[in-house]
């Protein structure tokens, strides 16, 4: 069975430019999650969603970030404009539909603001 | 608030020693669950382990170890005989009501 998937691998962009993360989830899971990671830290949860919804966004900085979950399977995160601060890398994870459940993640996007 | 707290930032060890990463945490939830993930340098979070409150009872996997103290407010993971591919970051998490917390993580350096 296929794991989560997340893609690009790496990116490299200037700051103001805008930047896409796309994340396929393990098929069957209904929530997913976008965490941050920067440098030496664990990972911060940026937007969990159940299916379609965002039900937990009190960490996404919404003045340049959103996210979006279509038909609740595949998940967009994208940044409008990137600063230099927004280097990280970003992880998507999905899980069933409880707290108890672990969570998959996948090798996440490693994003350079220059 | 839920919090987490690894103290060690790192820990270097010979091929087959013993070591034990530290987790300590914070929470005002009465149920509540605990993980341990290994994050190797492809990136890729693992999942390792999962306790919830109400079973104190330690694990062990292999040469994997868990030790889950209520009274004290830690779950601590212990390896036996480490190797060299036990080298990666781990991290502790908890989870009450509210979002999965990540502790900053613990990186471990086997050498052969």
């Known amino acids: 069975e296929a794991g989560v998937v997340q893609s690009p691998r790496y990116k490299i962009i200037e700051k103001k430019q805008p930047v896409a993360f796309w994340c396929n989830p393990i098929s069957g899971h209904n929530t997913l999650y976008w965490y941050r990671q920067n440098l030496g830290q664990g990972p911060e949860l940026l937007i969990r969603y159940e299916n379609e919804e965002a039900v937990d966004d009190s960490q996404l900085p919404k003045d340049r970030f959103s996210a979006e979950r279509l038909k609740g399977v595949d998940s967009t995160l994208k940044i409008q404009p990137a600063e230099l601060g927004d280097s990280a890398v970003y992880l998507c994870?999905?899980?069933?539909?409880?707290?108890?459940?672990?969570?998959?993640f996948g090798s996440g996007t490693q994003l350079s603001v220059l | 608030a839920q919090k987490v707290t690894q103290a060690q930032t790192e820990i270097s060890v010979v091929e087959k020693e013993d070591v034990t990463l530290d987790c300590v945490y914070e929470t005002r939830d009465t149920t509540y669950y605990l993980f341990w993930y290994k994050q190797p340098p492809s990136g890729e979070l693992v999942f390792l382990i999962r306790?919830?409150?109400?079973?104190?009872q330690n694990e062990i996997s292999g040469r994997y170890s868990w030790n889950f103290q209520k009274s004290t407010s830690s779950f601590n993971f212990t390896i036996t005989a480490s190797q060299v591919v036990d080298s990666a970051v781990y991290f502790c998490a908890l989870r009450g009501f509210q979002k999965l917390v990540f502790g900053t993580g613990t990186r471990l350096l086997v050498s052969p």
């Open positions: 994870a999905s899980s069933l539909e409880d707290r108890r459940e672990k969570l998959f």
């Open positions: 306790r919830n409150s109400f079973d104190e």
